[in-house]
């Protein structure tokens, strides 16, 4: 049987204690390339083992996906009673207990195929706010048969374009995002592979593009990118720095300039191939087959393989399609995070300004919801900044979590001079400095109405930065709390502050911390501890009283 992974195993545990709770329809937010394959199968398998007597749905929008979760199930749990319905997979399965689904499929079907206790939706992100849609009336038509049914969302991005957050505002589907992974917690934890970025000299141009829903105007788009002398500049630098990389994507604004940039890699003298919608099933499996093997060096493509397509072999992908959705530009880059044997890393080629519009996608918060600030280009902003104690969501703003009272220290360095900031990295991780720590200090940190925590600070010269260690939280937080005390030497970590604060001596503290820039503040991501067993900071202040 395949075992969860530690960050796997958390997510279902933050949804049965939301469910305990007597939470609703929970969100689990992992990155393209963290299995949530893998976490449906163990989902479904735990619900059966303890209530053999529900029946359970699993539905997604293509074909491919289906049966990549129907085959994750068997190799979880040979022995699943489990089905297919999916007219392109020439399965029409209706009373298996455990039915994997396609949209397009079974959205007419409800009253074939049954009533459902649980609905697990893959690609969670792909379903429209409006009730009129088939998502709409595939849920609607289910709870007339099971009004106590609940709905579970996996998805790398818990937010639309045209709606904002998946789980706010009216007609929102899912009630709370129980469970959210970090792409660069995970590539840290070599779980997903590295990224790099390199500058590119050619850069695409929107200027006077209309746009429609939030984004760009798709035949405006393409005819403003899709010009010979670009395309050829283009594909140069993509030949320069793809040359010992053995498998590139290229996502492209229109069918004709993904079969313009196709001709010009192959011009080069690099295999080349091209996958629309308008591609017929079969030579869709064909091509993809091809490039899964290796005899086929780029793919190009519009849309179509931004969910659902996993070749983890991916090492270069160029951004050739500039877009204003969050969403769309992380899961264009999620196609590279997959970790593969030989692959050291994967490059992003951003010709588009996507990581200047949206940011290094290890930074990625929710955006893009209705009536959103606009920055001073007219763009929104990012309305909301996670907490890297407890994961809850703060406005952009907030000097403490509203959750556990986690204090982001200002960067008061100075500002970097403006050519520093000409080239956008993919990571935010991408070198953050490591400081020296000269002491420490721990205290009791209270707000009204969360539980109190143990604050940790270390003093770096004048700067002091501050970790918020949760003892006397629930589910994520505590179990980072219980990492962060066994990784200080610590043992089993205390159950309550005062505790902690007792046991705080004891521990063995780091020659340095490594700081990462989290808007306008920094967050302490890393530690190096000193050669010699037992060694402590040079100072140590004592804990503050209870």
Not at 111 to 122: K, M, N, P, S, T
Not at 306 to 327: E, Y
Not at 450 to 473: K, M, N, Q
Not at 477 to 490: L, S
Request: net charge neutral; aromatic share 8%.
């Amino acid at each position: 049987m395949l075992t969860l992974r530690d960050y796997q195993r958390d997510s279902l545990d933050a949804l049965y204690a939301y469910w305990q709770d007597g939470g609703g329809n929970g969100l689990i937010v992992l990155p393209t390339g963290a299995g949530k394959a893998l976490v449906i199968a163990a989902l479904t398998s735990e619900l059966l083992a303890r209530w053999p007597d529900l029946r359970i749905g699993i539905v997604t929008h293509t074909r491919e996906l289906v049966a990549q979760n129907f085959k994750e199930l068997l190799g979880y749990w040979p022995a699943a009673p489990a089905g297919i319905y999916s007219a392109g997979l020439g399965r029409r399965d209706t009373r298996s207990r455990i039915l994997f689904m396609s949209i397009q499929s079974v959205f007419r079907k409800v009253r074939q195929l049954g009533a459902f206790d649980v609905i697990i939706v893959d690609e969670a992100h792909l379903i429209p706010r409006s009730s009129d849609t088939s998502y709409g009336r595939f849920l609607a038509d289910l709870r007339d048969l099971t009004p106590d049914m609940r709905v579970v969302g996996t998805t790398a991005t818990p937010y639309r374009l045209d709606s904002g957050r998946l789980d706010e505002g009216d007609g929102a589907i899912f009630d709370r995002v129980v469970y959210d992974a970090n792409v660069g917690d995970l590539i840290r934890e070599s779980y997903l592979s590295p990224l790099v970025s390199k500058a590119t000299f050619t850069q695409l141009d929107t200027t006077g593009v209309a746009k429609r829903g939030g984004d760009f105007v798709p035949g405006q788009l393409a005819a403003a990118v899709d010009h010979d002398h670009i395309t050829r500049a283009a594909v140069a630098e993509m030949v320069q720095f793809g040359a010992e990389r053995r498998a590139w994507l290229a996502f492209c604004a229109g069918v004709a300039h993904a079969l313009h940039v196709r001709d010009a890699i192959r011009e080069a003298g690099f295999t080349a191939e091209t996958v629309t919608g308008e591609t017929p099933a079969g030579e869709r499996d064909r091509i993809i087959g091809a490039f899964k093997a290796g005899r086929i060096r780029c793919l190009t493509s519009v849309s179509v393989l931004t969910t659902g397509f996993n070749v983890p072999q991916v090492d270069m992908l160029a951004l050739l399609r500039p877009t204003q959705s969050t969403g769309l530009y992380v899961q264009m880059v999620g196609r590279a995070l997959r970790k593969a044997p030989g692959k050291t890393d994967a490059l992003i080629l951003d010709y588009a300004g996507c990581v200047k519009a949206h940011g290094p996608i290890d930074a990625i918060t929710a955006r893009g919801a209705p009536k959103a600030k606009k920055g001073k280009d007219g763009e929104d902003e990012v309305r909301a900044k996670e907490c890297p104690a407890c994961q809850s969501l703060n406005p952009l703003n907030a000097r403490e979590c509203v959750t556990c009272g986690h204090e982001w220290i200002r960067d008061e360095a100075p500002k970097h001079d403006a050519v520093a900031d000409a080239t956008h990295t993919i990571l935010s991780t991408d070198g953050p400095p490591w400081l020296d720590v000269s002491a420490v200090a721990f205290a009791r940190h209270q707000k009204v109405g969360s539980p109190d925590s143990l604050r940790a600070e270390f003093h770096c010269g004048i700067a002091t930065h501050r970790v918020w260690v949760c003892l006397e939280h629930q589910g994520t937080a505590r179990r980072k709390a219980g990492e962060w005390w066994r990784r200080m030497g610590g043992g089993d970590a205390p159950g309550t502050v005062a505790e902690g604060l007792a046991r705080a001596s004891g521990l063995i503290w780091p020659d340095q911390i490594q700081v990462r820039q989290n808007g306008k503040f920094w967050e302490v991501v890393g530690y190096r501890f000193a050669a010699a067993s037992g060694w402590s900071p040079r100072a140590v202040i004592p804990a503050e009283a209870a």
